[in-house]
């Protein structure tokens, strides 16, 4: 039997170019990779070699066309991939680790809210979850779409114990280890500094609080970005990290202690970990 990357050549040959594009836009190469998949589905349906069973197989062809530091990213997340589901070899079948290699999310966004059973299986058994929502919406009647919150819930409680333990060992686990690590710097640029004030200020609103905020991300090569925020001072007061020069060397020396704390002391994840103090 042929391998699969020559029987659908062609087809992989036309997205590799725009894949290679898609460079630090896991969103979008996602989106692609479902593509890919699309395309070479009505092929397999008439006997011919079929497509492994997960994205990972359809990243190690787009590889070797990948810039160097590129490379290094897509690495990480199949690593990190593996890492979740436990495996090192290939496995195109339908058990738990399977599962949930296949629906594991690879964006940053989709770990802003802390998964649960419910959301887990979600994405576990998105096929089922996806056809029973079909059957009870008219996806051409725009009033019916707001019910898919009741219909989800609809769809869960029924579901079998098995099925239900299952996403709950799931939702811990991805809580647990959170988003690939070759997405967190461009979540970090994007989204730390609008969340680190969204938080000053609710516990300033709420608590009539200031606080100070540390924070540090591993950047690669040993290195790691710093940033301080704090509540914005009040009645014409300097910020705190600006009020003294006792004040800065507070701040100076706080960064310092927590840079020699993270390069020194390894945690759960490694040595270097995002951070706030």
């Not at 699969?4 to 898609?22: C, F, N, P, Q, R």
Request: net charge negative.
């Amino acid at each position: 039997m042929s391998d699969w990357t020559e029987v659908y050549s062609e087809i992989l040959s036309s997205y590799a170019g725009k894949y290679k594009d898609a460079s630090r836009n896991s969103e979008l190469r996602n989106e692609i990779l479902a593509e890919v998949k699309f395309d070479i589905h009505p092929h397999e349906s008439f006997g011919s070699v079929p497509l492994p069973n997960n994205f990972r197989a359809i990243r190690r062809v787009f590889l070797p066309g990948l810039d160097p530091e590129d490379q290094d990213d897509e690495i990480a997340v199949m690593q990190h991939i593996l890492a979740v589901s436990g495996k090192r070899v290939e496995d195109p079948g339908e058990g738990e680790d399977a599962r949930e290699e296949q629906a594991r999310p690879t964006k940053a966004g989709d770990y802003k809210k802390a998964f649960v059973a419910s959301t887990a299986a979600q994405k576990l058994f998105k096929d089922e979850m996806d056809a029973y929502d079909r059957e009870r919406q008219d996806t051409k009647d725009p009033k019916t779409i707001g019910k898919r919150t009741k219909i989800v819930q609809e769809w869960w409680e029924p579901l079998s114990d098995d099925k239900k333990a299952e996403a709950g060992r799931v939702a811990e686990k991805w809580n647990k280890l959170g988003a690939p690590e070759a997405t967190h710097d461009l979540y970090w640029r994007k989204n730390l500094p609008s969340m680190a004030r969204d938080f000053i200020g609710t516990v300033h609103r709420t608590m009539g609080t200031h606080v100070m905020m540390f924070v540090a991300h591993e950047a690669g090569e040993g290195q790691v970005k710093m940033a301080v925020f704090e509540t914005a001072p009040g009645d014409g007061k300097k910020a705190f990290t600006e009020s003294s020069e006792p004040s800065k060397g507070w701040v100076l020396n706080g960064e310092n202690i927590l840079m020699d704390y993270l390069l020194t002391s390894p945690g759960p994840c490694g040595p270097y970990n995002s951070t706030s103090v």
